[in-house]
């Protein structure tokens, strides 16, 4: 089965530019999450998908910070405009519907904004 | 409100030495509960699961974890680490209720030979 597609897989921005990253989860999963991880640091939860609703986005810094996932299947996240403390690894992962499993992660994205 | 702690921040050992990483969660409701593992310049990857049943719970690489539901801990253990766990560990906790994942800050660990 095909795992969690992200892209690109790297990116370097100027500080106030915008960026976006997409996602496409694993076909069925219903669940989604886009986390940001500092060097350093664990991955903190920025915002959960439900099929194509938001569950938490508690953490997302919505002044600078979008994200969607029409239809419940892919996602896109953006920065806008980016600052030089959003480098960071932006990771999405997702889970299929009923619980009790692991959570599936994409590669990553790594934002470097300069 | 869910949350994770790794009061472990930076664990140097010597190898054949054991290993014991602390995790501790906070949430009024059923959880499951996971340990990860991301190697330098790697990727997380999951090195034990715990849904239900044996609270002992045994991952790849001879790591295991207890999990004391009175205690709300999860600590992983290793009876004798390697030059080649040296990594970042984190502890997760998902909800099950909102099937909401967070992690704990991670604990570095270094082991010398």
């Known amino acids: 089965e095909a795992g969690v597609a992200q892209s690109p897989r790297y990116k370097i921005i100027e500080k106030r530019q915008s960026v976006a990253f997409w996602c496409n989860p694993i076909?069925?999963?219903?669940?989604l999450y886009w986390y940001q991880q500092i060097l350093g640091q664990g991955p903190k939860l920025l915002i959960q998908?439900?099929?194509?609703?938001?569950?938490?986005d508690s953490q997302l810094p919505k002044d600078r910070f979008s994200a969607e996932r029409l239809k419940g299947v892919d996602s896109t996240l953006k920065i806008q405009p980016a600052k030089l403390e959003d480098s960071a690894v932006y990771l999405c992962?997702?889970?299929?519907?009923?619980?009790?499993?692991?959570?599936?992660f994409g590669q990553g994205t790594r934002l470097t904004v300069v | 409100a869910q949350s994770v702690s790794q009061h472990n921040h930076h664990v140097i050992l010597s190898e054949a030495a054991s290993l014991e990483l602390g995790c501790n969660y906070s949430?009024?409701?059923?959880?499951?509960l996971f340990w990860y593992v991301q190697y330098p310049g790697q990727h997380l990857q999951l090195l034990l699961k715990y849904f239900s049943g044996d609270p002992l719970v045994k991952g790849i690489k001879g790591f295991e974890a207890e999990f004391i539901k009175s205690k709300f801990s999860f600590n992983l253990r290793k009876p004798s680490v390697q030059w080649s766990d040296t990594a970042e560990y984190f502890c997760a906790v998902n909800a099950r209720d909102t099937d909401k994942l967070i992690f704990g800050t991670g604990t570095r660990l270094q082991v010398f030979p």
């Open positions: 076909s069925g999963h219903a669940t």
């Open positions: 992962a997702s889970t299929p519907p009923g619980g009790n499993t692991e959570a599936f």
């Open positions: 998908f439900q099929n194509n609703g938001v569950v938490d």
């Open positions: 949430y009024g409701g059923t959880v499951n």
